[in-house]
């Protein structure tokens, strides 16, 4: 029996609090797929390619993990590559109720996939994103939310 | 004595989650006003007219409601047609605080329209018509989330 | 049609927070039965007795309403005196999970008995019955709280 | 590579919502634990025995668990039976914050032990052992949220 | 030993609450900073000098606040001006959880600056600049919600 | 101007969530008391003496606290002290609602009297006195939780 799990996320770019997760949960299935959502509405600071391309180089020591691309429904890629479970993160209440929200809807929409939940590492507790971007933005120090090659990829990026 | 109550929203389009408010509502009271807010803002995917067309054909059988727009200030709305009560759903928590802080402005403005809640059926608590919209334009399947006419007419909207 | 609603509670004592969900409640419907709970488990402060009898006192402007002591499951003496509504007040977040769950277990005990909500007044958001007796347990001021018959029966009882 | 999880509760008795996360878990673990908390300081209506008794019964048909009873902490019997996985089911936004906190906790303590959440079916979203004891204790019908055996036994027990 | 604090917002305009929280912090700290964000996202209502001139005026007569515009981290003006508290009003639990992650963030950058949280005033609870001027778009009165001079500018910009 | 805070607790022990808030906030102020709680209801695990000497102990490095223990009413003791803030950590939303109803109780009580909150570390944003003793009297290690003067103490006291 193959158990094999999927964790969806924007990665716009990838954070610590994203890679704990990764660490966390690949050891839980045979395989874990980190899918990127290309998201046409929103203007990304980094390509689904190069969201890919940091994702590899920062989980490049975890053997059992494959990064893929998605769009359209999460339950569909998730149904395609086999996987039963959604692997997401919880920092905080705001995103539990989100959350459970999509994970009931998921759950109407292919009862063969489960959502399971995992808390974040306090450490990363209120890492985003977003909040990366906005610190490096305003030429705050994020050396302790993403790793050191992804800053670096910021900066490229900003300045 | 008559007992007028209001249920506004946007119904772009109305999901089984409004159906099942205006159906467990609409007994508690004289009349019912099913009021669709006119909001210049948002690019919505039904017009204010199919909307009111929407709602009409999934209400037909419940004979004490009327469907009427509106814009501007919900409790002169409510004064207008004469309703001393509001009511709108609950689905979770985040609503609640929402909701909560425009009850206590909208009984500010107006401290003779209380706002009444109602719980969602269960079924229906990670229901909004902004999901609906997003599985259908992700081509997943929404007949277990909007009445079959419904279903139809995002069909054609979005195909 | 007859109109009819219950607003149950310990009201041990009753305080200006119950007052204004039967003030604000009552003028909604033909007739409000405010049901007091026997609740052999908890010692109260006041027997039931002297809870109606406060109640009365404090409500005896307010021609609809009836005071009522119940045991037992709430939908069955909801159906007893005719009501189809349960009134409930909510103070803040926490009150709502828990009153939101109560409403779903009535819901399915009882169809056709609905809970609607009703926020409480602000200037009375942190008032509880408990706080009220540990207040004045500990010699505070509790007259911005209670009315003043009942601050005197509080007193009466305490010291 | 062995995936074991455990699933601990009081189950004092299990309910449909038990039953549902145990039924949508299993399948994604090679072995299921589900372990009944020694918990003294509470008054139980069934003994521990009782309880497993009751959940063999409820469970007869899913092969790959198996229940057992435990004191002391958590992770400490996850550890001994092997488990990387304690798998807890969410209800709402107050169980998420507890358990998230527990969570913690437990990571702290064994950080070789991940917790994974599951979010209930909607239709059990309010349900809990106390809150069908206090159902049946006043005579309330619970067919809708034990399954018939267990009904069966509250009924001994209660009258 | 100097005891500096700063509030920052974007006082678009300054409401009852925000000036609730400056009053009740002012005599708390040897000064206050009010710190108004200059976010060149987002289309204010007022500019940056007509909101400090409008808090100029409401809060007149506070001797110890100096009222300034900042752009960029706010743990660097508050580096700047000397603050070691940040001041946050806090109205209802949404705001709590984002709060608390900004906290948490802030502290990250710069642990020499703490931030302090206080509750608004209940009658404040549920106000926001952006419902204030949703109300007055639409022809409400806003008086209970800002100073009278306040109220005079909003009617001047939006009529 | 003399500026002083109280921070009140049962502290039945001081954990390190203790002691992160009474490190961060005694900086703050001329004087901070740490007020323990003598709550009758309760059986302590450690006398009011004995949480008073452990507190001692811990903080024994901060020049400008003073430990004192409290019955009665908060707003009572500070204003005997000549405290015009009162501190409080939150750790979480939970946390955050009980205490903004004591914040708005207490500033009903005495309005001269604020109450300011802190956020916990991260690390600690799961630690409770409660907890700790858990896991202690279920022989789990509590090192990364308390001093270690501490964890001593309470092995004393549990075997």
Redesign the interface.
């Known amino acids: 029996?193959s158990?094999i799990a999927i964790y969806p996320g924007s990665f716009d770019p990838c954070t610590n609090g994203h890679l704990d997760i990764i660490a966390?949960?690949a050891?839980?299935f045979?395989k874990l797929y980190v899918a990127v959502l290309k998201n046409s509405d929103k203007k990304p600071l980094f390509s689904v390619d190069e969201r890919i391309a940091l994702l590899g180089k920062a989980t490049a020591e975890i053997d059992n993990i494959e990064i893929i691309s998605f769009?359209?429904?999460l339950?569909?890629i998730a149904e395609q590559v086999g996987a039963?479970?959604i692997i997401k993160g919880?920092?905080?209440?705001?995103d539990?109720?989100?959350e459970?929200?999509?994970?009931?809807?998921n759950?109407?929409?292919n009862p063969n996939v489960?959502?399971?939940?995992?808390?974040t590492n306090?450490?990363n507790?209120?890492l985003?994103s977003s909040?990366v971007k906005e610190?490096a933005r305003?030429?705050?120090?994020i050396s302790?939310?993403v790793p050191e090659a992804i800053e670096e990829e910021i900066a490229k990026k900003l300045y």
Do not use: C, H, W
């Open positions: 029996m158990n966390r949960s050891p839980l045979d769009g359209g429904l339950v569909n039963r479970v919880l920092r905080a209440m705001s539990f109720e989100y459970f929200q999509m994970a009931l809807a759950k109407g929409l489960e959502t399971l939940f995992m808390t306090t450490d507790s209120f985003s909040l610190i305003n030429g705050g120090k302790q939310f």
